[in-house]
């Protein structure tokens, strides 16, 4: 008989990110940052600057963006386990530091969809051997090197069909940020939750939680359904305030704590630094490595711009009712494609009655947000979700980030991922994916992972789970070089995909297995270097020259009526200051 070890009555009380992690953490381990809308990023930090150099931890985290470049920055990593390496803001996009990931720099990899990651996450805190999945079928590319992880077996019911079994992930440590805590260790957060309490209960060891601030016992006390993990699971806390920056925290005031908004100024500042080598190392040692603690980089952001940052804002002036879009420029080749996919996509929503969007991140949440407004014009309303938890959206004008706390404010309900995908996607037939593309083929698979000539692009995040369960519209500008006869790494299945939207018209097939066609056209406007001269001339000439795929127009094809005025202002009224321009 093995004797459970002791546990103290009470979690370690940390001056601070560095101690909580040099306390625990070892040379070796394997460390999971827990991902809502705000990741660990201050003890993220600390991990950085204690293992700087040694690669050779491994971390868990559903994705690398923003600030968690700083674990390729310093070299304190030997193996990453996510679903997406890349940038977000302000739209998706490959990053440079990854350029040869597929060849295991600046660390080794292990890509998974957002779904089946958590479900791992699941399996391990339910004490289960595995755990099912709908996604990461057959098709799909992400199954190739996790022999020992995902397993293929023949369904009990039907030895015609089979069922994937994920191995559960199990880290040593979780870092977990939260609102606050008391000092038994109970901590609270506010959704969307995004992979929410599955992660602390799946650590072997436990969490080591950084929070705004630590309160009194009596404060939690009045608020235990607020309690997201409990104290059982909290080995070691302290203070952070700002522990997320540069993302975001939502915290619906509790224990009168101010929540903030993502800084869009330094998320842009990382992603220029990280064009180039010099720059992204002046940055790690700026913001990370030259920083001494925590405490030394809020000085560094400085008062005024953390008060900046505060959400909601403090009262004030009634703020000035925002200027009409102005639609006197004609359209973009991009403004035109988002038009163009939410016309599809509120077409699709009247013929099929869908009663949910689930919205990827790129055109193709621009166009789902769109689709939703021109819907509700017409009296139809229609759910629009976001995988980490955001459903029935209503995003604020003027801030174009998927996953904004102000659009979160403005959502009629905040869950996580595996109600998210789960739930409104996966069992529900009801839902229709709308999603980008770096690569797509004939057969509508998706590739967001390789390019041809083995540089990085971003990796699946929710795009796999969502393509492998139900009906999806995709959304891409067509060029030869991302309308491919054959992709170089499939990503997400095209099994479930009916519709592909260019910026010159729409093409449809009438299921798996049938060939696409070009069924509406509208003649394409100039850009990426292409002048109107360079134009083709007609729907044949541009599916030649536009696309690399072998399919014809179709006989009734319908001619789309130029983009509105009023289609126009509402695009440009959601993205003023044109980032999908």
Known sequence: MTTAPVRPSAPHLAAGPDELVRRFVREGDHVHAAATMSRPNALL???????AGSRSLTVSTTAVHSSAHALALSGAVRKVITGFVGDTFPSP??????????DGKPFEIEMWSLLSYTQRLMAAALGQPFATTGSMLAETDLRHGKEGSLHLVAHPEDPERSVTLLAPLRPRFTLFHGVCADRRGNVVAVPPLGEGAWAAYAATEGVLASVEAIVDDEVI??????VVIPAARVLGLCEAPLGAHPQSLRTGQLAGIDGYVDDYAFLTDIVSACKDPQTAAAWYEEWVGGVANHAEYLERLGERRRATLVFPPPPGPPAKAPAPADVSTAPTEQEQLIVLGARTVAELVRERGYDTLLAGIGTSHMSAWLAARLL?????????AAELGLQSMDPEAGDVFLFSQRHAERSQMLTGVAETLGGAVAANPRCLGVLSAAEIDPDANINTTLLPDGRWITGSGGANDIASSVDCVVIAVASPRRYVPRLTHLTSPGLHVRDVVSQFGRFSRTGPGSAFELTSWLPPVAGRGRTPEDLPDGPEGAVRELTGWDVGVGRSLTDE???TTEELALLRTMDPEGCYR
């Open 221 to 226: 006390a009045a608020m235990p359904d607020r």
């Open 93 to 102: 996009r490959p990053n440079r530091l990854y350029r040869e990931l597929a």
């Open 376 to 384: 509700a014009r017409d009296g139809i309303r229609v759910q629009v």
């Open 561 to 563: 009526k130029a983009v």
């Open 45 to 51: 930090n600390a991990v950085c600057r204690a293992f």
